[in-house]
T-cell receptor, first 109, second 118 residues
Framework: KQEVTQIPAALSVPEGENLVLNCSFTDSAIYNLQWFRQDPGKGLTSLLLIQSSQREQTSGRLNASLDKSSGRSTLYIAASQPGDSATYLCAVDTDKLIFGTGTRLQVFP | GAVVSQHPSWVICKSGTSVKIECRSLDFQATTMFWYRQFPKQSLMLMAT?????????EQGVEKDKFLINHASLTLSTLTVTSAHPEDSSFYIC??????????????FGEGSRLTVL
């Protein structure tokens, strides 16, 4: 059974810091991995999708890497801003999307 | 493109009543739809997978007689919470996969529906 874990569970940092959020999964037989952002009480916003054959994807200040063999992905956020405060979820696709436990990020001015 | 809409966005009902939540793919045909449930401060838990025209496949621990899922067309799936109780109060989110993501496998998500059972 696929299990997806995210570390840390919560993170509070001052504005401007570079951040790394971690995601690990137990079964490497995945089609792709997605990172999402969720604001309190809201739905999901897709950030990045990495195919199983890819190593990384970039969008603006966000960079996500994937090491399928070790079952790990990282989301790197450069120059964090208060507007980045949200819960970040990774999810692995094995015909169905299994979500990680989430990282609650707070960036304070 | 690739918009998924849920309705209602929030609903309050009395214990014992049934509530229906709709999930629509507005601009594409969704061959597969997924229903998730999210309790406060927790992650999304997959409830069931539905393919158009066939019975839904439920995850372990999800009561299929309580959470009725219908995927009668390529643009609409419904989740009916039957005889709802306070412990069913949650945020329900649907997602869909179809032609726009046939190469990437990307899932498109609805905005979610918050159910509160009194």
């Amino acid at each position: 059974k696929q299990e997806v874990t995210q570390i840390p569970a919560a993170l509070s940092v001052p504005e401007g810091e570079n951040l790394v959020l971690n995601c690990s999964f137990t079964d490497s037989a995945i089609y792709n991995l997605q990172w999402f952002r969720q604001d309190p009480g809201k739905g999901l916003t897709s950030l990045l999708l990495i195919q199983s054959s890819q190593r990384e994807q970039t969008s603006g200040r966000l960079n996500a890497s994937l090491d399928k063999s070790s079952g790990r992905s990282t989301l790197y956020i450069a120059a964090s801003q208060p507007g980045d405060s949200a819960t970040y979820l990774c999810a692995v696709d094995t015909d169905k999307l299994i979500f990680g436990t989430g990282t609650r990020l707070q960036v304070f001015p | 493109g690739a918009v998924v809409s849920q309705h209602p966005s929030w609903v309050i009902c009395k214990s014992g009543t049934s509530v229906k939540i709709e999930c629509r793919s507005l601009d594409f045909q969704a061959t597969t739809m997924f229903w998730y449930r999210q309790f406060p401060k927790q992650s999304l838990m997959l409830m069931a997978t539905s393919n158009e025209g066939s019975k839904a496949t439920y995850e372990q621990g999800v009561e299929k007689d309580k959470f009725l899922i219908n995927h009668a067309s390529l643009t609409l799936s419904t989740l009916t919470v039957t005889s709802a109780h306070p412990e069913d109060s949650s945020f329900y989110i649907c997602s869909a996969r179809g032609l726009p993501s046939i190469n990437t496998g990307e899932l498109f998500f609805g905005e979610g529906s918050r159910l509160t059972v009194l």
